[in-house]
């Protein structure tokens, strides 16, 4: 059985820095890309960032590249995602999600397996 947990989130103020880990398990993964997504009260579900196990290939959503940073260590099945400069918009659940197949992707339909979430809160 596929589990992704997330944790990391919290309350942090604008200006700030987390980094929330996703932790997979219940099958190999070498194949999967992993994705971070999320989702803010009233809004849509929304991408993030994405990386394929197999060769670190990265992709982000146009908004958050430079501030956002997706990695993986793939001797312990985690996925990270370090946030800098953290704005009240990012304020929000927080998703780790795998894809069986390799290859970024920003279309949450394409994923297949999803952690609960964590929070994230920034404060102004």
């Known amino acids: 059985q596929v589990q992704l947990v997330e944790s990391g989130g919290g309350l942090v103020q604008a200006g700030g820095s987390l980094r929330l880990s996703c932790t997979a398990s219940?099958?190999?993964?070498?194949?999967?890309?992993m994705g971070w997504f999320r989702q803010a009260p009233g809004k849509e579900r929304e991408f993030v960032a994405s990386v394929t196990w197999r060769g670190g290939n990265t992709d982000y959503a146009d908004s958050l590249k430079g501030r956002f940073t997706i990695s993986t260590d793939n001797a312990k099945n985690m996925v990270f995602l370090q946030m800098n400069n953290l704005e009240p918009d990012d304020t929000a659940v927080y998703y780790c999600?795998?894809?069986?197949?390799?290859?970024?992707?920003?279309?949450?339909?394409?994923?297949?397996?999803w952690g609960q979430g964590t929070q994230v809160t920034v404060s102004s």
């Open positions: 219940g099958r190999s993964f070498s194949s999967h890309t």
């Open positions: 999600a795998a894809r069986k197949t390799w290859g970024s992707s920003s279309v949450l339909d394409l994923y297949n397996y």
